[in-house]
């Protein structure tokens, strides 16, 4: 497919534990997001990528949280010794020079 | 800090009917403005954009932008049951390519 990918779909761990989760963008967008979205509630951004820039770090909520890119493809967002208030859908997203940002289906995670 | 504001909703209308959603921005620079249809349990999808004053319109959906009163519009003609969804207004300026995003406006259209 041409979208945005992510994995795993849901993930169930347990507090404490470590988790990573993968966003692979849209071939050709230089810029990769990642949000998150609590339930029933608004995104909340977290890290942007913009091709070979330093990322800006500025949603992150806590330094649990660090993420990756390996030049304009694949990014892993890992959440260290998980908490409770960490469950929420993580969604990726990429765009297009012009802005345009399309979203990947999001990895739901439950910390238990 | 920049500030997207939407009316949380659900805004019912009925089947056939117009829907208009709105939102209202804080940033004067910003420049290009997006509305996401977001269903429950899904992610978010891009739907319209425009970076202009004016009216922009693409099927059943019209985008307006005004700038001066920093608020964006999204009509929905000819309103269906499955246009029933979150609508997410995202705003980014010139110089900073994240997107804002509103907490989004709840549409219910009822058959």
């Known amino acids: 497919g041409a979208g945005v990918s992510q994995s795993p779909s849901n993930k169930v761990t347990e507090k404490g534990k470590d988790v990573e989760l993968r966003c692979d963008p849209i071939?050709?967008?230089?810029?990769l997001y990642w949000y998150r979205q609590s339930l029933g509630q608004g995104l909340e951004f977290l890290i942007y990528?913009?091709?070979?820039?330093?990322?800006?770090k500025s949603g992150l909520p806590s330094d649990r949280f660090s993420a990756e890119r390996t030049g304009e493809s694949v990014s892993t967002l890992t959440i260290q010794r998980t908490q409770q208030e960490d469950s929420a859908v993580y969604l990726c997203?990429?765009?297009?020079?012009?802005?345009?940002?399309?979203f990947g289906p999001g990895t739901r995670l439950t910390v238990t | 800090q920049k500030e997207v504001e939407q009316n949380s909703g659900p805004l019912s209308v009925p089947e056939g009917a117009i829907a208009s959603l709105n939102c209202t921005y804080s940033?004067?620079?910003?420049?290009?403005f997006f509305w996401y249809r977001q269903y429950s349990g899904k992610s978010p999808e891009l739907i319209m954009f425009?970076?202009?004053?004016g009216d922009k319109e693409d099927g059943r959906f019209t985008a307006q932008l005004n700038k001066a009163s920093q608020y964006v519009s999204l009509l929905i003609r000819d309103s269906q049951p499955s246009d029933s969804a979150t609508y997410l207004c995202?705003?980014?300026?010139?110089?900073?390519?994240?997107?804002?995003f509103g907490k989004g406006t709840m549409l219910l259209v009822s058959p």
């Open positions: 990528f913009q091709g070979n820039s330093a990322p800006d």
């Open positions: 071939s050709g967008h230089t810029a």
């Open positions: 997203a990429s765009s297009t020079r012009t802005g345009l940002m399309y």
């Open positions: 995202a705003v980014t300026n010139s110089g900073y390519s994240t997107l804002t």
């Open positions: 425009i970076y202009s004053n």
């Open positions: 940033d004067r620079g910003s420049q290009s």
